[in-house]
T-cell receptor
Framework: GNSVTQMEGPVTLSEEAFLTINCTYT??????LFWYVQYPGEGLQLLLK?????DKGSNKGFEATYRKETTSFHLEKGSVQVSDSAVYFC???????????????FGTGTRLTIIP | DTAVSQTPKYLVTQMGNDKSIKCEQN?????MYWYKQDSKKFLKIMFS???????INETVPNRFSPKSPDKAHLNLHINSLELGDSAVYFC????????????FGSGTRLTVV
């Protein structure tokens, strides 16, 4: 079956540090890959996505590149801010096998805390 | 305008009670979902509906019963609540025609005492 493995948290960094959150996946076919962010007390928000190999998703200074050869989609940011403190989820969507059966498989989430 | 709205935001109730959570989306999506998030933030899909038809029904106790009166609404009714049902429940929606991921509601924190 499909699965997503994220690096375990929590991750604590100082402001302006470089961030990497690792994500690897197992899937049949060619999945689409996503990063979602959950701020305290809120729902999940789509941060970025990539739909095919070598695609780079980017948003708010975050980037992730779809690497088929290593089945990875690591999240990176060059200089983190206190406001980036949140839980980050990697997810994949496998190609639909029947109409309407689109399902996201989520990783376990990585809690990120940025200290001033 | 909230895209996916859930009510209530907080729900505290006693064991054995029956409660409902409502979800509505105004995005024109045709698929809606219920997810359960436990205290460790792990997300587990419970149900998925496409155009009012049940598509995904994961291993969920039959005390949980979803109902979709139309494709913009997906409600969750829970009978005989148990302590282990305490969690945050998220509703989400997506489009099968232009799938770009899910849009989530802000969640309902259910506490069973």
């Amino acid at each position: 079956g499909n699965s997503v493995t994220q690096m375990e948290g929590p991750v604590t960094l100082s402001e302006e540090a470089f961030l990497t959150i690792n994500c690897t996946y197992t899937a049949t076919g060619y999945p689409s890959l996503f990063w979602y962010v959950q701020y305290p007390g809120e729902g999940l928000q789509l941060l970025l996505k990539a739909t095919k190999a070598d695609d780079k998703g980017s948003n708010k200074g975050f980037e992730a590149t779809y690497r088929k050869e290593t089945t990875s989609f690591h999240l990176e940011k060059g200089s983190v801010q206190v406001s980036d403190s949140a839980v980050y989820f990697c997810a994949l969507s496998a190609p639909k096998t029947n109409f309407g059966n689109e399902k996201l498989t989520f990783g376990t989430g990585t809690r990120l805390t940025i200290i001033p | 305008d909230t895209a996916v709205s859930q009510t209530p935001k907080y729900l505290v109730t006693q064991m054995g009670n029956d409660k409902s959570i409502k979800c509505e989306q105004n995005l024109g999506h045709d698929t809606m979902y219920w997810y359960k998030q436990d205290s460790k933030k792990f997300l587990k899909i419970m149900f998925s509906y496409n155009n009012k038809e049940l598509i995904i029904n994961e291993t969920v106790p039959n005390r949980f019963s979803p109902k979709s009166p139309d494709k913009a609404h997906l409600n969750l009714h829970i009978n005989s609540l148990e302590l282990g049902d305490s969690a945050v429940y998220f509703c989400a929606s997506s489009s099968t025609v232009y799938f770009y991921g899910y849009t989530f509601g802000s969640g309902t924190r259910l506490t069973v005492v």
